[in-house]
């Protein structure tokens, strides 16, 4: 399968500040990559879909200016969490899909803990 | 209703025994059905994909879909301690170019000594 790393694996941080989260696409390029969160104990939920090049598409109850999105080039995407709070505590997770149709490959996650 | 449904468990299964694993999707669409595995705190890994009615097997695991029962199983033989996992059934709707996948809230699997 494809291989996907995110930076960082956990972070900590106070409440206010921004935390932004690599996501790479290690050995194909990908014009589309998911970001995901996962609360503990629940299903994962997508948040929001990253296009190379254009604008992310976000899903419905996901604000779009507290998450933003960058897919800056065709193997690296990245998720800012801004202004954190508490409440934005979770597992962060992206996904690659190499040919539509077929599945998608996760990266390892971020852990983010907002204090 | 939800799109994907899971029995949340958890389902305990001695080691050795078969674990069945169920799941349905409202979206009759839909047209590509993944099974995930997750272990605790780390993120989802690929165990099956199935895309046409009937079985598939890949080792121990097999994957059974209906599509006219809107209905995707996973079958794990054999079962081992290392199979306790938390199950994902996900779902494609082939949204455009993009695979937007749908999960289910997963199945957690106990196999016991």
Redesign the interface.
Known sequence: ?AVVSQHPSRVICKSGTSVKIECRSLDFQAT?M?WYRQFPK?????MA?SNEGSKA?YEQGVEKDKFLINHASLTLSTLTVTSAHPEDSS?Y?C?V?PL??????????T?LLVL | QKEVEQNSGPLSVPEGAIASLNCTYSDRVSQSFFWYRQYSGKSPELIMSIYSNGDKEDGRFTAQLNKASQYVSLLIRDSQPSDSATYLCAVNRRAGTASKLTFGTGTRLQVTL
């Open positions: 399968g589309t998911f629940q299903s994962l939920m997508l879909t598409t597992f997770i996904s899909p539509a149709g077929e599945t998608q490959y996760f990266g390892p996650g852990r």
